[in-house]
T-cell receptor, first 110, second 111 residues
């Protein structure tokens, strides 16, 4: 039982490049989330998906897109990376009671 | 919008002292509450889950309580150890199973 798996763990992008962060969970959860964590700030919600086929904006969605490919997978795409998107990204899934987090993706945009 | 305040923001204590970490919420309509720890450069590890019918939860040296009427939770760590050094987080629900995070309690336990 792997829980929530994120790939890659580290990535360096040049400004304007695009990339997709992958997330998969094997716990059959309906809800999945993408957060970003910046120094001195709490985790902030980018997008979430309450169920397969649905996605909604969170607190800081600008510059990102998401895809809920199936119940297991929820990907986050940066179409044109900017230095302001340098951050640590966390994927999560939950039941109605308990949340589970991936180990994070450390992204640097230069 | 749910806002989470964690006090103290940072503290350093000598090994062996007890730790008391506080969390407060602007919306006290809380059903479940999880406390997490985060080590530097790592992900979030769940410590304790207080479910909707519970007021507290214990695991080893850790005890977490939740007072829904006041919108406050406390994490108590007995006899602290250097391995307890981490940032502690107590996110709260804000609808659609989303979690709102505070900035955390950053703890350093000095050997």
């Amino acid at each position: 039982n792997a829980g929530v798996t994120q790939t890659p763990k580290f990535q360096v992008l040049k400004t304007g490049q695009s990339m997709t962060l992958q997330c998969a969970q094997d716990m059959n959860h309906n809800s999945m989330y993408w957060y970003r964590q910046d120094p001195g700030m709490g985790l902030r919600l980018i997008y979430y998906s309450a169920s397969e086929g649905t996605t909604d904006k969170g607190e800081v969605p600008n510059g990102y897109n998401v895809s809920r490919l199936n119940k297991r997978e929820f990907s986050l795409r940066l179409e044109s990376a900017a230095p302001s998107q340098t951050s640590v990204y966390f994927c999560a899934s939950n039941t109605h009671t308990e949340a589970f987090f991936g180990q994070g993706t450390r992204l640097t945009v230069v | 919008k749910q806002e989470v305040t964690q006090i103290p923001a940072a503290l350093s204590v000598p090994e062996g002292e007890n730790l008391v970490l506080n969390c407060s919420f602007t919306d006290s309509a809380i059903y479940n509450l999880q406390w997490f720890r985060q080590d530097p450069g790592k992900g979030l590890t769940s410590l304790l889950l207080i479910q909707s019918s519970q007021r507290e939860q214990t695991s080893g040296r850790l005890n977490a309580s939740l007072d829904k009427s006041s919108g406050r939770s406390t994490l108590y760590i007995a006899a602290s150890q250097p391995g307890d050094s981490a940032t502690y987080l107590c996110p709260s629900e804000e609808g659609n199973n989303r979690l709102a995070f505070g900035k955390g309690n950053q703890v350093v336990v000095i050997p």
